[in-house]
């Protein structure tokens, strides 16, 4: 899409005033009358039979409304649905029913047990303190390895085993590559458990209408549509008498692409007890009980010729899922198997998973979701191969790369990659970095005794999620585009950002595509009784596929505002254009008719052509014909203090290529965010759980997320690759930095102690244990 | 407990629990919602606020113990309808994305200037260290308070 | 946080009554970051709530020629940011740097960190190494603790059923010393996993006259690393290295979780000690 007025321009967010203000509304600020406080009892157990539970003492204390158990809404609100559990794709799958209260036992340390509803947030806690239930306590199991272990504690009893699923996929020949392999190189990786941690937790404002028989769900979600639909089937309710609103979201991250206990356990109170209430999330609660990300760890094998051409991959490996599935807990790991060919040639591929039922909470989408895996395997397995071979880790890149003219491809997993030129990313970057230099420095300072490290991630994932035959809720994305009378233009997206700046860079493609100030676009999202059913945001799908629905509404919109100027000027449709925002014919501006002008027409009904309909509104459904496949080169160049094993991170240089860009400033913005994710992982996080399933980094004095002096100033670049998936040739950033750094860091950490014979060490990169490693030789 | 503050300049006077958290007071009474509450550990900063002049997280703070301050929350900085600089750097700089933690930032990037009117990059990203972000990887929010430095030294 | 009742008394005297009547269902409050997080945790529920903020004289902060006095309700920010301690003691104001988050030192205080002891806090390690006394009311009066009497276990003092305290006294370091204080934020509460404080005091030959070492976050309590300072007395920079390696000798327990082992603790402590014994000779000469 060429570079017009708006689109390609570093225009500042039309989100922003109401945020810097303090003047947003996030979930917790919506205040309604009479509204009671919900608190949540949670297990402190990892796996213990439920007894009995007394609620008397609670519900006597002063200013509490109600007390429910497990027992109490067995049999009014249905199952936390799965969408990813079709026995097709997971042969043999279990499903085990996933209460919103436990009922008979408790399968992981914060799984919700019972409900207070009282008059104030103080109280509602004071009350669960007084909630006596008769726990006993069974063994637990913190791991896959532990799950799958002979005379292992069952954790679904309906079955005899904790395997949750399998799943495997496979291309090319992988046992013919392996036997034609000069080396078989094998590495154990681990994929560490994440917290997602967006910085609102999640939370609930529910209100019943009586009178209308609506039920009014405010959530902080990504995907207010599918929640209604669910929340609808688990309460029993029409789906056009329930209304959800995804307010002001304070990020999600994938956390928040998901149907929670709390969203209907809260609509059942709102209507049963016939006041509205409100359930916050602690950060607490949310570490044990908002959905977590990764915790994979498998074997991998490469097979691999003398001169680092690689032939094939075979993965092994066991996902830790927790004790229930979330929306889309099965299909996260389905997604690592898709992209393991990461941006290299060999198609002999294949991937054998089993997943395990743990007692802890379930794994689902973290952004990247499935993909980071794939990347961080295969980034890490290059470098691998390069220090067994004794071969530059640059140069087994660029031998086994595709090459720019072999697109569209099809990898060994069958996706097919849209559009990519993966060394004019790696060249840039390697350009920014001065490499030769780099590498000199480095040669330098270990001859002092420090050690200096520089990392590759040349990386390329899979986002525009996605065509619909491929997901399991449906992949394509609607909008509305409407012109009132007076030429303001309000557009209705399915999409449900927060954060990522879609009133922004929507508002600029409709600015260019149908001349109008971009003050008199308005973006509306987020609320089932005003936008048409949409899917929402993650996967880095949100301007890929939303933004697609809405360029083909506006153009439709566009086509009938183009027939009305040439009825009103006189000419053909076709000799229209958009001269200063003004309709004209060509050549002739100074008669030129405004859009408002010709929205005035088209509402009054009067002066249309002939079969015109009046109003000047139009929808558009877009299914995507692919996904889109972002790509780059981020290079890390990071110190380890010798002493310590403290991991300094000197430069970080990440040249992306999302395709065409919208707005660069709110690229930039997802490319930073995303790096520090994936610094994050490397180097920071890590959900931890004891023997006995409890979580002992279930907060932020425990969990460290990444701060402003954990980073030097990133150094961006771009190259542009358009996808030809969508007539805007974007791909989408959301998840790319996430992707993309996780693998750089930790290659960068391990090239700076290859002086001491390091090959491999699994995140994140504790100085301890890089210190431990420094002694050991 | 009977207590009197000024919020934003405007003095005011309230009954409330010994328990109750400033921050909640704030929110709940008060009724200002800019400041928001992110963790309980006093670790993320997303209910900072300025006490008495000094940018304090408000959810270690009793609302007992302020009585007879003077709070400033992220409402009161914007003046006659004009964006403080800061506030102004965090919208030209792109300091923010799903804008939860902004106040709190917003606030701490207050304290900062007010201290050390020229931060050099190190400084800004000490001074804003207890504030957690998880969107933006911090670049654009120290780009904010350089901008909003400049603007205010000149 | 359960309900209590909450007395803010505007002078000591009256705040000590208010310790004696209501015993242990009190909590004294101060800057409350300690105290609070325990509340909302429900760790702590005290029925009574004694907040010492509104105590007249609790809060300065001195730097006399002699004496160095720091009110028990001073904030780090208060010691941090004061115009004479910089040149005075700059391990004062350099700990208080290292402590929390800005927002964090404003509010926090000196006295509240050295009650509440934490096996992880950084003024232990500081009033260890500078030999500070410590001020206690109590309901038999006024007494006085050196700091290497009043840190005895993780979260334990020497401080008394009814006894508060008050202040901190520190006698100001000759011209020839130094001081510095180095430490290791685990990563995730910025708490230390290793912190050291060393305040060196050089004879004319440029040899340590005298060398105080504290360590924090190692053991279940802030010790001095006496082994260290045997070590370097009498000797000059050259020694630093041998002496540093002393710095975990005699702990018998050492701190030990995910995020460091007590091996690594001990490895810190020594390399942090070899750090603050290097900087702070260097600023005594």
């Known amino acids: 899409m060429p570079v017009s007025k708006s689109v390609g321009a570093r225009i500042k967010r039309r989100e922003d005033p109401r945020l810097i203000q303090g003047l947003a509304h996030y979930v917790d600020d919506i205040k309604l009358p009479n509204l009671l406080h919900v608190a949540i009892l949670r297990s402190p157990y990892a796996h213990a039979r439920i007894n009995g539970i007394n609620t008397d003492a609670a519900q006597n204390l002063s200013g509490v409304k109600s007390v429910v158990t497990g027992d109490d809404v067995k049999d009014v609100i249905g199952g936390i649905p799965c969408a990813a559990t079709d026995p097709e794709g997971f042969p043999g799958i279990k499903v085990p029913h996933h209460p919103v209260l436990a009922t008979g036992k408790v399968r992981f340390v914060g799984e919700p047990v019972a409900a207070v509803a009282a008059t104030d947030a103080y109280i509602a806690q004071d009350a669960l303190d007084l909630i006596e239930v008769d726990y006993e306590p069974l063994d637990a199991i913190n791991s896959a390895e532990a799950a799958f272990a002979d005379g292992a504690p069952i954790i679904h009893e309906d079955w005899d085993d904790n395997m949750a699923f399998t799943w495997s996929i496979a291309g090319g020949d992988v046992d013919a590559a392996f036997a034609e392999a000069?080396?078989?190189?094998?590495?154990?990786?681990?994929?560490?458990?994440?917290?997602?941690?967006?910085?609102?937790?999640?939370?609930?404002?529910?209100?019943?209408?009586?009178?209308?028989?609506?039920?009014?769900?405010?959530?902080?979600?990504?995907?207010?549509?599918?929640?209604?639909?669910?929340?609808?089937?688990?309460?029993?309710?029409?789906?056009?008498?329930?209304?959800?609103?995804?307010?002001?979201?304070?990020?999600?991250?994938?956390?928040?692409?998901?149907?929670?206990?709390?969203?209907?356990?809260?609509?059942?109170?709102?209507?049963?007890?016939?006041?509205?209430?409100?359930?916050?999330?602690?950060?607490?609660?949310?570490?044990?009980?908002?959905?977590?990300?990764?915790?994979?760890?498998?074997?991998?094998?490469?097979?691999?010729?003398?001169?680092?051409?690689?032939?094939?991959?075979?993965?092994?490996?066991?996902?830790?899922?927790?004790?229930?599935?979330?929306?889309?807990?099965?299909?996260?790991?389905?997604?690592?198997?898709?992209?393991?060919?990461?941006?290299?040639?060999?198609?002999?591929?294949?991937?054998?998973?089993?997943?395990?039922?743990?007692?802890?909470?379930?794994?689902?989408?973290?952004?990247?979701?499935?993909?980071?895996?794939?990347?961080?395997?295969?980034?890490?397995?290059?470098?691998?191969?390069?220090?067994?071979?004794?071969?530059?880790?640059?140069?087994?890149?660029?031998?086994?790369?595709?090459?720019?003219?072999?697109?569209?491809?099809?990898?060994?997993?069958?996706?097919?990659?849209?559009?990519?030129?993966?060394?004019?990313?790696?060249?840039?970057?390697?350009?920014?970095?001065?490499?030769?230099?780099?590498?000199?420095?480095?040669?330098?300072?270990?001859?002092?005794?420090?050690?200096?490290?520089?990392?590759?991630?040349?990386?390329?994932?899979?986002?525009?999620?996605?065509?619909?035959?491929?997901?399991?809720?449906?992949?394509?994305?609607?909008?509305?585009?409407?012109?009132?009378?007076?030429?303001?233009?309000?557009?209705?997206?399915?999409?449900?950002?927060?954060?990522?700046?879609?009133?922004?860079?929507?508002?600029?493609?409709?600015?260019?595509?149908?001349?109008?100030?971009?003050?008199?676009?308005?973006?509306?999202?987020?609320?089932?009784?005003?936008?048409?059913?949409?899917?929402?945001?993650?996967?880095?799908?949100?301007?890929?596929?939303?933004?697609?629905?809405?360029?083909?509404?506006?153009?439709?919109?566009?086509?009938?505002?183009?027939?009305?100027?040439?009825?009103?000027?006189?000419?053909?449709?076709?000799?229209?254009?958009?001269?200063?925002?003004?309709?004209?014919?060509?050549?002739?501006?100074?008669?030129?008719?405004?859009?408002?002008?010709?929205?005035?027409?088209?509402?009054?009904?009067?002066?249309?052509?002939?079969?015109?309909?009046?109003?000047?509104?139009?929808?558009?459904?877009?299914?995507?014909?692919?996904?889109?496949?972002?790509?780059?080169?981020?290079?890390?160049?990071?110190?380890?203090?010798?002493?310590?094993?403290?991991?300094?991170?000197?430069?970080?240089?990440?040249?992306?290529?999302?395709?065409?860009?919208?707005?660069?400033?709110?690229?930039?913005?997802?490319?930073?965010?995303?790096?520090?994710?994936?610094?994050?992982?490397?180097?920071?996080?890590?959900?931890?759980?004891?023997?006995?399933?409890?979580?002992?980094?279930?907060?932020?004095?425990?969990?460290?997320?990444?701060?402003?002096?954990?980073?030097?100033?990133?150094?961006?670049?771009?190259?542009?690759?358009?996808?030809?998936?969508?007539?805007?040739?974007?791909?989408?950033?959301?998840?790319?930095?996430?992707?993309?750094?996780?693998?750089?860091?930790?290659?960068?950490?391990?090239?700076?102690?290859?002086?001491?014979?390091?090959?491999?060490?699994?995140?994140?990169?504790?100085?301890?244990?890089?210190?431990?490693?420094?002694?050991?030789? | 407990m009977k207590i009197e503050v000024t919020v934003n300049g405007e003095h005011q006077s309230y009954d409330v629990e010994p328990r109750m958290l400033l921050v909640h007071f704030l929110r709940e009474v008060v009724g200002l919602t800019g400041t928001h509450v992110g963790c309980e550990t006093s670790l993320c900063g997303a209910c900072s606020v300025m006490l008495n002049g000094d940018a304090v997280k408000s959810c270690t703070v009793l609302a007992v113990q302020a009585d007879g301050a003077e709070i400033t929350t992220i409402e009161g900085l914007a003046q006659n309808g004009e964006l403080h600089p800061i506030q102004e750097g965090f919208w030209e700089c792109h300091g923010l994305q799903c804008g939860f933690c902004t106040p709190g930032m917003i606030i701490a990037a207050h304290q900062l200037l007010e201290r050390n009117p020229k931060p050099n990059e190190a400084d800004i990203r000490r001074g804003i260290e207890g504030n957690l972000c998880r969107c933006t990887g911090y670049q654009h929010i120290v780009d904010a308070v350089q901008y909003a430095s400049k603007k205010m030294t000149r | 946080m359960t309900p209590f009742d909450y007395h803010a008394p505007k002078t000591l005297r009256s705040a000590m009554r208010l310790v004696q009547e209501f015993g242990d269902d009190a909590k004294v409050l101060a800057g409350g970051h300690s105290l609070i997080p325990s509340m909302k945790l429900r760790l702590a529920a005290p029925s009574v709530v004694i907040d010492l903020g509104g105590v007249a004289g609790l809060k300065r902060v001195t730097a006399g020629n002699e004496t160095i006095t720091i009110g028990a309700l001073a904030t780090h920010y208060a010691v941090e940011s004061h115009r004479l301690l910089p040149s005075k003691c700059s391990l004062l104001p350099e700990t208080a740097a290292e402590i929390g988050d800005a927002q964090v030192r404003n509010r926090g205080t000196v006295g509240g960190s050295i009650a509440h002891a934490d096996p992880a806090a950084d003024w232990p390690a500081t009033m260890l190494a500078l030999d500070a006394q410590f001020d206690i009311a109590g309901p038999d009066g006024e007494r006085a603790v050196a700091a290497s009497d009043f840190f005895v276990d993780l979260f334990i003092t020497d401080l008394q059923p009814g006894e508060v305290l008050t202040g901190i006294r520190i006698a100001t370091p000759p011209e020839n010393s130094g001081g510095a204080y180095v430490k290791m934020r685990q990563s995730a509460s910025g708490f230390a996993l290793a912190g050291v404080a060393a305040q060196v005091t050089l004879d004319d030959a440029g040899n340590c006259a005298s060398v105080a070492v504290g360590v924090t976050g190692v053991a279940p309590a802030a010790y001095r690393a006496h082994a260290v300072e045997d070590a370097l007395v009498g000797q000059g920079i050259d020694a630093v290295a041998d002496a540093a390696a002393h710095a975990a000798d005699g702990v018998e327990e050492f701190q030990e979780d995910h995020h460091a082992s007590g091996d690594y603790r001990a490895h810190l402590a020594r390399v942090f000690t070899q750090r603050a014994l290097s900087q702070a000779i260097d600023r005594a000469a």
Not at chain 1, 262 to 286: C, D, F, S, T
Not at chain 1, 328 to 336: F, G, V
Not at chain 1, 589 to 599: D, H, K, N, V
């Open chain 1, 182 to 777: 000069d080396h078989v190189v094998s590495q154990r990786i681990d994929h560490q458990r994440l917290v997602p941690n967006p910085m609102e937790t999640r939370g609930v404002v529910a209100q019943y209408l009586p009178g209308k028989d609506q039920l009014n769900l405010w959530s902080s979600t990504q995907i207010p549509h599918l929640l209604r639909t669910q929340i609808s089937v688990m309460l029993s309710m029409a789906e056009n008498h329930v209304r959800v609103i995804a307010p002001e979201v304070g990020g999600g991250f994938g956390c928040k692409l998901n149907v929670y206990a709390e969203e209907a356990l809260l609509g059942h109170m709102a209507k049963y007890l016939g006041q509205p209430v409100k359930w916050i999330e602690g950060r607490r609660e949310n570490f044990l009980h908002t959905i977590h990300g990764r915790d994979q760890t498998g074997d991998v094998e490469l097979a691999v010729k003398d001169d680092g051409t690689i032939l094939g991959l075979r993965y092994t490996v066991s996902a830790d899922v927790g004790a229930y599935y979330q929306l889309l807990t099965p299909a996260i790991p389905t997604l690592t198997g898709l992209m393991l060919c990461g941006s290299y040639t060999f198609k002999n591929v294949q991937m054998n998973l089993k997943a395990a039922f743990t007692n802890k909470m379930a794994t689902d989408a973290y952004r990247g979701a499935g993909r980071p895996e794939a990347t961080y395997l295969i980034e890490r397995m290059i470098d691998v191969v390069a220090h067994d071979l004794d071969l530059d880790p640059l140069e087994v890149r660029r031998k086994n790369f595709i090459g720019k003219d072999a697109f569209p491809y099809e990898t060994g997993t069958a996706v097919a990659y849209d559009s990519g030129d993966y060394t004019a990313a790696l060249d840039k970057a390697l350009k920014i970095a001065d490499y030769d230099a780099l590498r000199e420095q480095q040669a330098e300072l270990r001859e002092e005794g420090r050690y200096l490290g520089i990392g590759f991630s040349t990386y390329v994932e899979i986002c525009g999620m996605g065509p619909s035959a491929a997901m399991p809720a449906g992949g394509w994305e609607s909008s509305t585009v409407r012109v009132d009378p007076t030429g303001k233009v309000t557009v209705l997206t399915g999409v449900s950002p927060h954060g990522q700046g879609q009133e922004t860079t929507f508002a600029q493609l409709i600015a260019d595509g149908l001349g109008v100030d971009i003050d008199d676009i308005r973006i509306i999202h987020g609320d089932t009784d005003t936008v048409q059913y949409g899917i929402g945001t993650f996967g880095s799908r949100a301007t890929a596929v939303g933004g697609t629905a809405m360029v083909h509404a506006m153009g439709k919109v566009k086509d009938k505002v183009i027939n009305i100027a040439a009825h009103l000027l006189e000419s053909n449709p076709q000799d229209i254009v958009i001269e200063d925002d003004k309709y004209c014919v060509r050549g002739a501006p100074e008669s030129g008719l405004t859009l408002g002008e010709i929205a005035m027409v088209a509402h009054v009904g009067v002066e249309l052509p002939e079969g015109t309909e009046p109003g000047l509104a139009e929808s558009h459904f877009f299914e995507p014909p692919n996904f889109t496949y972002p790509f780059g080169t981020h290079i890390a160049v990071v110190e380890v203090d010798a002493d310590t094993g403290e991991v300094e991170i000197q430069r970080y240089i990440a040249v992306d290529d999302c395709g065409n860009i919208i707005n660069p400033l709110i690229v930039e913005g997802q490319v930073h965010g995303g790096i520090a994710q994936g610094v994050g992982q490397a180097l920071y996080e890590e959900a931890i759980y004891d023997e006995s399933g409890q979580m002992i980094t279930g907060s932020f004095m425990d969990y460290a997320l990444p701060k402003a002096h954990n980073f030097p100033r990133f150094e961006l670049a771009n190259t542009v690759t358009p996808s030809p998936v969508n007539p805007m040739g974007v791909k989408g950033v959301g998840e790319a930095g996430t992707i993309g750094s996780t693998p750089a860091i930790a290659n960068a950490v391990i090239d700076a102690l290859k002086p001491f014979g390091v090959r491999h060490i699994d995140l994140p990169l504790r100085p301890e244990k890089l210190w431990k490693l420094m002694q050991e030789t």
